[in-house]
């Protein structure tokens, strides 16, 4: 099992910055992609930005030059900094880890965090 715990989240006025992190515990190991998926209002979960063990990233056009992610692999820790921000990136974030069990990836979730952009 993974716990992923998330902080950071809040109310910032639009063009304003925040940062979210997300820490892992559990059983760490074979943690490959982690990464940070949105859920607005009547939406469906959608992916914001994702990095692997590598460092390769994968992003939603919507974030592009405006969101960063970045990770400490030695504390399986994940961090999505997002500037310039608009009312619609308000969300629930949810930081989300792919662990790799030998035959395929398990997903596993945080409780989700609320970031509300003001216009």
């Known amino acids: 099992q993974v716990q992923l715990v998330e902080s950071g989240g809040g109310l910032v006025q639009a063009g304003g910055s925040l940062r979210l992190s997300c820490a892992a515990s559990?059983?760490?190991?074979?943690?490959?992609?982690m990464g940070w998926y949105r859920q607005a209002p009547g939406k469906q979960r959608e992916l914001v930005l994702s990095?692997?063990?590598?460092?390769?990233?994968n992003y939603a056009d919507s974030v592009k030059d405006r969101f960063t992610i970045s990770r400490d692999n030695a504390k399986n820790t994940v961090y999505l900094q997002m500037n310039r921000l608009k009312f619609e990136d308000t969300a629930v974030y949810y930081c989300?880890?792919?662990?790799?069990?030998?035959?395929?990836?398990?997903?596993?979730w945080g409780q989700g965090t609320q970031v509300t952009v003001s216009s």
């Open positions: 990095i692997t063990s590598g460092g390769s990233t």
């Open positions: 559990g059983s760490r190991f074979n943690i490959d992609a």
């Open positions: 989300n880890a792919k662990k790799f069990t030998g035959i395929s990836f398990l997903d596993y």
